[in-house]
């Protein structure tokens, strides 16, 4: 479980430097948020999973709406929203997920 929480705070740790690159306006944000894609919507798939399970009290109805906002601002390529919800939603949703993981280790 250590090793996940790892891979979770460099995906965090990456996922800033996404953000930044976001609000500084740099060519390759877009790409660069692209490339994180895929260890998101991981994440995003055992929080559901968990939910599914009880496992713990996971708000399902408010990451829905995160991946919406997340899918809509990606698509029309707005740099501003999309570090909005990068910062402000996604990335909490990555550290609630780590604390998860983290209880999770300690029972």
């Avoid at 800033?16 to 306006?25: F, G, K, T």
């Avoid at 260890?39 to 968990?50: C, H, P, S, T």
């Avoid at 998860?100 to 300690?106: G, T, V």
Wanted: charge should be negative; glycine fraction near 2%; aromatic fraction near 8%.
């Amino acid at each position: 479980m250590t090793e996940k929480i790892n891979t979770t705070k460099n995906l965090l740790e990456r996922l800033e430097q996404a953000i930044l690159q976001l609000r500084q306006n740099q060519d390759n944000a877009i790409t660069e948020v692209g490339e994180l894609l895929p260890e998101l919507a991981g994440i995003f798939r055992d929080l559901f999973e968990m939910a599914d399970k009880h496992i713990t009290e996971i708000p399902v109805d408010i990451l829905i709406q995160q991946l919406e906002n997340f899918e809509e601002f990606y698509q029309q390529q707005d740099v501003v929203q999309l570090a909005d919800t990068l910062e402000y939603e996604m990335r909490e949703s990555v550290c609630f997920y780590i604390e998860i993981l983290k209880s999770m280790e300690q029972k």
